[in-house]
Each structure stands twice: as C-alpha cells, then as structure tokens.
C-alpha cells in the first residue's frame, strides 16, 4: 500500500477517520435545507422577513449558521463537536446557495433558471472533492494512529464512552507497529470510562441506510429490480428531454444535448454491465455503478438546468440505485475473499 506524503503529514494535514460522515452529513443537511426553504416560500406565497424598508435575506441566517459552526470548531478540541457543526454548517450553506440566483444576475432576480443546476453542481463539487480526498487512498497507519490520539484527547478529559474506546482500539490496531503505538494505547488504557455520550444521529442514520441496502441487496427481486430501473432511467431521461426539446422555440436546447450525451453513456455503460453480468458479476456492479454516476454528475446537472427543482426525483433514484449497486459489490467482493482469508 503506498504510504501518504510525509510532507503533508509534517504540515499537519492529517485526515479524520469520520470526514466522510462528517462531510455527508453536511451535504445531506445543504441539500434538505434548499429543498425546505424553496418548498416553504413556495408555499407561503414568498413573504419578506423586514418589513417596508428591509428585506433580511435568508443568506443572512445562513452566515450566521456556518459561523456558529466555525466557532465550535475552533473552540473545542476532540471528536464531539464535528457532528453538530457538520450539521449546522450544511444548513448555513443551503440557505446560503440557495439565493446564489441574486448573486449572478444583474436584476438580484432569486428565480434564475439555471439556478437549480448551479447548486447541484456545487453540491456534486464537494461530493468529488470529499470522495479524492478521503477514499482514493486509504489512511496512513501515522493518520490512523493520530486519530487514535484523537480520541484519547477528549478521554483524558473527560472519558470514554464503550464505543468511543471501541474506535479508538480499532485505529490502533489499524496503527500497525509504529512507534508511538504503545504510548498511545498506554495513554487510552488510563483514560476514565465516561457512559454519558451525546446522541450521534447522523451515525445511527449512516448505519440504519448501510444495513437497509445490504438487507436489499440479498434479494434476487430487487437486484433484478435494480437492473430495470437502470434502463427505464434512461429511457425516461430521454423522452423527458425530447418532449421538452420540441416544446422549445428555436429547436433543441444545451439541456437537450448534455441529457442526450449523458444518456447515451450510460446505456453504453448498462449494457457492458448486461454482458458482463453472468461471466464477472463484480465487474459488472462496478459498471452499473459507472452508468449511475454518469447519470448523477452529467444527466442530472442538465435535467437541473431544464426541469429545475423537478429533478430532484431523478437524483434520489440515482442515489438509491448507487446505495444498492454499491452493497452488492460489497457483498460480491466479500465472497471472492473470504475463501482467501480462511486459508
């Protein structure tokens, strides 16, 4: 396994075993609030929050929130905070790009078409992001060690709560021998035993989806429900974008052209999966996987563009095709090395 930048670790740049749920939740929590705030206005007829002289934009709230989050961040030191400043951070964010239509038109005009699409694709930016910082190359044993260390900063304070020394343990393990190893494990072992732990939510829920799609995923009827699903997607994309499309003054439109690519690929991508599905059944998760995310970073982005916020079910399809496909490759991958692991 290649070993990370020492230079990086010597600057301090050292990543958290828990970024992924930390950074999801923010985006669980950006996206809920953009979907809210635009369902309640809507609802409510668009009331201004200030009376006649001043309109209190919801941006306002929103910088308030993620500077809440900032402060926490900043103040406390361990593990405890991140959850709460993850979530309120997200919910400062959506409010915030949620007005990102008054911010590039010249008129402050909050309606802007491409709106829509511009917060999915900044959303789908920090997606990216997350998933080349965290999951393209797993921990260093120094990274996991110093999350380990982590952990014994909040225990010499005020204890360990089971699962929290259950963390700790198992980022040691992952440690491998490295020299600070049994200082630190020393360090953990003297920490107090603390029952009293905040709720952790975003966890529980992380956990609860993760068993939900692996539950699934067993069944023959919704893999092979995953399969027709993966095709009636792309059909439905293409109807949708050719009925808009001839409604159009002017011909076809961009979001006709990026449906229609975006569409093609991942057909292509369907029907690699379909062949490979009896010979390979790994490979072809990993390619259905690929039709999705093609689906999710350029079909969506142009159905955002086109159908606004009426996109939003395609996305959720999408994701929950990706939770599915990605349990089953799990599964899959699990078979093929358990034989190898028992020997």
């Given at each position: 396994m290649r070993r990370r930048s020492p230079r990086l670790l010597r600057l301090g740049l050292v990543?958290?075993?828990h970024a992924n749920t930390h950074l999801d939740a923010f985006v669980v929590?950006?996206?809920?609030?953009?979907?809210?705030t635009r369902g309640?206005?809507?609802?409510?007829?668009?009331?201004?929050?200030?009376?006649?002289?001043?309109?209190?934009?919801?941006?306002?709230?929103?910088?308030?929130?993620?500077?809440?989050?900032?402060?926490?961040?900043?103040?406390?030191?361990g593990p405890v905070v991140r959850p709460a400043a993850a979530v309120l951070g997200g919910i400062g964010f959506g409010l915030f790009i949620d007005e990102v239509g008054k911010f590039v038109t010249r008129d402050n005009n909050y309606f802007y078409r491409p709106s829509a699409a511009i917060m999915y694709v900044v959303f789908a930016a920090v997606v990216l992001t997350v998933h080349m910082l965290h999951n393209r190359r797993?921990?260093?044993?120094?990274?996991?060690l110093a999350n380990a260390v982590d952990h014994a900063v909040e225990g010499v304070a005020g204890g360990l709560s089971p699962r929290r020394r259950g963390e700790a343990d198992a980022q040691l393990r992952a440690a491998g021998a490295d020299p600070c190893r049994e200082q630190v494990a020393?360090?953990?072992?003297i920490c107090p035993a603390n029952d009293l732990e905040l709720p952790a939510p975003v966890l529980t829920a992380k956990a609860w989806l993760r068993r939900?799609?692996?539950?699934?995923?067993?069944?023959?009827?919704?893999r092979l429900g995953v399969l027709v699903l993966l095709v009636?997607?792309?059909?439905?994309?293409?109807?949708?974008?050719?009925d808009e499309a001839r409604g159009t003054e002017g011909g076809t439109t961009l979001s006709f052209h990026g449906v229609l690519g975006g569409s093609v690929v991942s057909a292509v991508f369907i029907v690699q999966g379909l062949l490979r599905l009896r010979r390979d059944p790994l490979g072809a998760m990993q390619t259905f996987q690929l039709?999705?995310?093609?689906?999710?970073?350029?079909?969506?982005v142009f159905q955002f563009a086109e159908a606004q916020f009426a996109a939003v079910g395609g996305v959720l399809v999408d994701l929950i095709l990706l939770g599915l496909l990605t349990a089953e490759a799990d599964r899959l991958r699990h078979q093929l090395t358990a034989p190898t692991a028992g020997s």
């Amino acid at each position: 396994m290649r070993r990370r930048s020492p230079r990086l670790l010597r600057l301090g740049l050292v990543r958290n075993a828990h970024a992924n749920t930390h950074l999801d939740a923010f985006v669980v929590s950006g996206v809920s609030t953009v979907l809210i705030t635009r369902g309640y206005l809507h609802l409510a007829g668009y009331p201004q929050v200030g009376g006649r002289t001043l309109h209190i934009a919801h941006v306002l709230p929103g910088g308030l929130l993620m500077l809440v989050a900032l402060v926490l961040l900043l103040s406390y030191v361990g593990p405890v905070v991140r959850p709460a400043a993850a979530v309120l951070g997200g919910i400062g964010f959506g409010l915030f790009i949620d007005e990102v239509g008054k911010f590039v038109t010249r008129d402050n005009n909050y309606f802007y078409r491409p709106s829509a699409a511009i917060m999915y694709v900044v959303f789908a930016a920090v997606v990216l992001t997350v998933h080349m910082l965290h999951n393209r190359r797993p921990l260093d044993p120094r990274e996991h060690l110093a999350n380990a260390v982590d952990h014994a900063v909040e225990g010499v304070a005020g204890g360990l709560s089971p699962r929290r020394r259950g963390e700790a343990d198992a980022q040691l393990r992952a440690a491998g021998a490295d020299p600070c190893r049994e200082q630190v494990a020393a360090l953990l072992t003297i920490c107090p035993a603390n029952d009293l732990e905040l709720p952790a939510p975003v966890l529980t829920a992380k956990a609860w989806l993760r068993r939900t799609f692996r539950r699934l995923a067993r069944r023959r009827t919704v893999r092979l429900g995953v399969l027709v699903l993966l095709v009636l997607q792309v059909v439905a994309a293409l109807a949708i974008a050719v009925d808009e499309a001839r409604g159009t003054e002017g011909g076809t439109t961009l979001s006709f052209h990026g449906v229609l690519g975006g569409s093609v690929v991942s057909a292509v991508f369907i029907v690699q999966g379909l062949l490979r599905l009896r010979r390979d059944p790994l490979g072809a998760m990993q390619t259905f996987q690929l039709a999705v995310l093609v689906s999710l970073l350029v079909t969506q982005v142009f159905q955002f563009a086109e159908a606004q916020f009426a996109a939003v079910g395609g996305v959720l399809v999408d994701l929950i095709l990706l939770g599915l496909l990605t349990a089953e490759a799990d599964r899959l991958r699990h078979q093929l090395t358990a034989p190898t692991a028992g020997s």
